[in-house]
Structures are given as structure tokens and as C-alpha cells.
């Protein structure tokens, strides 16, 4: 065969292949793989909740569409490195605290000011309003979909003497993980550490530190009850997760594989909120049997600081854009 006839089987099988693939051909089994990384440790509540949805998935599809789920330590990545590695497709799904990648993505932390938005109830109401713009933002921005957006419980802080009012914090070291925990500890006289959710345990064994913010849920799902013996429950933010995928990978799924995806990922959602809900409770009931104090502050202590915060509110808008700004009064009066 002439190098030139050779050369037009080569198209021609080509165009056969693409057509096979991305035209009107259904995909079969096993022909689309996706990769979903969860940052936190394979055993913690948002590594099973993505892992059963990923499986869910999988199932819907006859197997046509595979979702395998990692979480840390299963893939070569950390929390900082989702959204990257979702836009660079590496990994085709992803989730992430929006606190955790406020360096890429810093207008869309809104959830993160503090005393901004403290219940389940108030987030509900409040993604209702800002509705499209985290989607909106990091497909512009990123060429990423946000397919989910979910609550982690109110965050707190967690230590290792106790804390029972806003002037105990004063001197003490506690970790930190968005910028906006950075600046109130500041102001409260704390001194704040930023570490990556896969540090803390080892932080406060080696006397880092001497607390962490987080929720009880992932306090409980550490174990870290080994360690801590107080909780000064402030629930001063719910912590906004964000399940991401690359817009390239889910516009290539054939139109019948996408309408399932977006099926279950509409009934996935209300299951992620009513399990977050339940697991805190599960989670502050577990701290207590293992010895933890939970302490809740006075009301005028809350107050108090709450008033001395609201600065931040504004100063975070203007600092961050003017996606910022208008995530920031959508919110407001959401919540008013």
C-alpha cells in the first residue's frame, strides 16, 4: 500500500473512532472511567458520602459511566490541590471546602465570614440566593463545574484546656483553615496555624498547637477526642463543600449518561444535607462519651463578638471583587 492510500485508511479510521465515540453510537461498558478524590481520609463522612453517590452513579448507568472514589493518601494530592487537578483533568471530580482553596478562589468564601451564616437552616436558605454564582465562576474561571453544594457542620473550636469565654482565646494557638479564621483569631488575640485537615491530629500530639477549628463532625471522625477534652461551641460558620467536576469530561458524556448524573446528583444533594445534620449530632453526642466537655457560650459573649466581627463582613467584599460583593448582600438579606 502507497504511503498516501495508507495515510487516507488512517483518516478514515480515525473519523470512524470519533464518530464511534463521541457521535451517535451509544458508549458501552467500561468506556468511561471518572476519578473522584475526596480530600480528607478515606474513613471520614465526606469520603463515605461521595463514595456511596460514586457507586450510585455507577450503578444508574449499568456500569457504562465508572466513578472510582479516592480519598487522602490515595491519590498524590491534598486539599489545595483539587481545584487544579479537576481543571487540568487529572481527576475528573473532586471535593473541597471552598475555606480550602480561597488562594485560587478567594470571592466565592463567602460562608467563611464570620457569624455570617451559623445554622443548617440559614445555608439552605442562602444557596437559594446566591444560586448560580459559584457554578458560574470557576467554569469561567477554571473550566469547572460545580455539580454540588453541600454544609459541613458549624465550625467550632476544639482545645486542649478549656475555653469558656471569647478572652481564653488570647494567647493560644489554634489552627486555622481559610483566611477569614486567620483574621478573626487575630483580632480575638489568638494565634492562629493554618494546617491541612491531614496535619492537625499530628499538630496537636506534638503540642503545635494547642486547638483546631473545625466541626465536631470531622473532630469525631479524627478521633481527635484522644487529644482534646474541650469543645467552645460557637458554631460561629457552616464550612460550604463543593463537589466539583471538569466541564470538559461532563459535556463529552453521551446526553443520556449526563441526564442520569444530573438525576442523581439533584438526589444526592438533599441526602448530603439531611446526613450532615444527623452526623453532627452523632458526632457531639460521641465527643461527650469520650470524655469531651462541650461548652456553649454566653449569649452577650456572642454578641459581643459578633459585633466586633462585622467589620470583616465589609472588608471581605470590598478585598475580593465584585463576585464577592454581590455573594456577600445576596446573602445578607437572605439571612435577615
Known amino acids: 500500500m502507497s504511503g498516501t492510500r495508507s495515510m487516507r485508511w488512517v483518516v478514515v479510521l480515525g473519523m470512524v473512532v470519533a464518530a464511534a465515540v463521541g457521535g451517535g453510537s ?50 498524590p494530592y491534598r486539599a489545595g490541590d483539587v481545584l487544579k487537578a479537576v481543571a487540568s483533568n487529572q481527576i475528573q471530580m473532586g471535593q473541597v471546602g471552598a475555606g480550602l482553596v480561597a488562594g485560587d478562589a478567594p470571592e466565592l468564601d463567602v460562608f467563611s465570614v464570620p457569624f455570617l451564616c451559623t445554622t443548617f437552616a440559614d445555608f439552605a436558605v442562602a444557596m437559594q440566593a446566591i444560586e448560580e454564582v459559584p457554578d458560574r465562576t470557576l467554569t469561567e474561571k477554571y473550566g469547572i463545574r460545580v455539580v454540588m453544594n453541600w454544609p459541613i457542620p458549624g465550625q ?5 484546656e478549656k475555653i469558656a469565654r471569647i478572652a481564653d482565646l488570647k494567647g493560644k494557638k489554634i489552627r486555622t483553615w481559610n483566611p477569614l479564621q486567620v483574621v478573626m483569631l487575630q483580632q480575638l488575640g489568638a494565634v492562629p496555624t493554618s494546617l491541612d485537615p491531614a496535619e492537625v491530629v499530628t499538630a496537636l500530639q506534638r503540642k503545635v498547637v494547642d486547638g483546631a477549628i473545625t466541626s465536631s463532625l470531622s473532630a469525631n471522625d479524627w478521633k481527635a477526642y484522644d487529644l482534646i477534652k474541650y469543645g467552645y461551641m460557637l458554631n460561629f460558620t457552616m464550612a460550604h463543600q463543593l463537589t466539583l ?28 444535607y439531611a446526613a450532615a445534620e444527623e452526623a453532627d449530632a452523632a458526632a457531639m453526642e460521641n465527643m461527650q462519651k ?5 461548652t456553649v457560650p454566653e449569649e452577650e459573649d456572642v454578641k459581643a463578638v459578633r459585633e466586633q466581627l462585622r467589620p470583616m463582613w465589609e472588608a471581605w467584599g470590598k478585598e475580593n471583587g465584585a463576585v464577592a460583593a454581590d455573594l456577600l448582600q445576596r446573602v445578607m438579606a437572605a439571612l435577615q
Not at 474513613?43 to 465508572?66: P, Q, V
Not at 470538559?248 to 448524573?261: E, G, T, Y
Not at 469520650?290 to 462541650?294: A, D, E, I, Y
Request: no cysteine; aromatic share 10%.
Open 290 to 294: 469520650n470524655g469531651v466537655t462541650l
Open 156 to 160: 467550632n473550636i476544639w482545645s486542649t
Open 245 to 272: 467536576a471538569n466541564a470538559k469530561a461532563l459535556d463529552a458524556l453521551p446526553a443520556d449518561l449526563r441526564a442520569i448524573v444530573d438525576e442523581k446528583i439533584r438526589e444526592w444533594t438533599a441526602k448530603y
Open 26 to 75: 451509544p458508549v458501552r461498558a467500561g468506556e468511561i472511567t471518572w476519578r473522584f478524590f475526596s480530600y480528607i481520609s478515606p474513613s471520614d463522612f465526606h469520603s463515605h458520602m461521595n463514595k456511596a453517590m460514586a457507586e450510585d452513579i455507577t450503578k444508574a448507568t449499568g456500569g457504562r459511566l465508572t466513578i472510582e472514589h479516592y480519598g487522602a493518601g490515595e491519590l
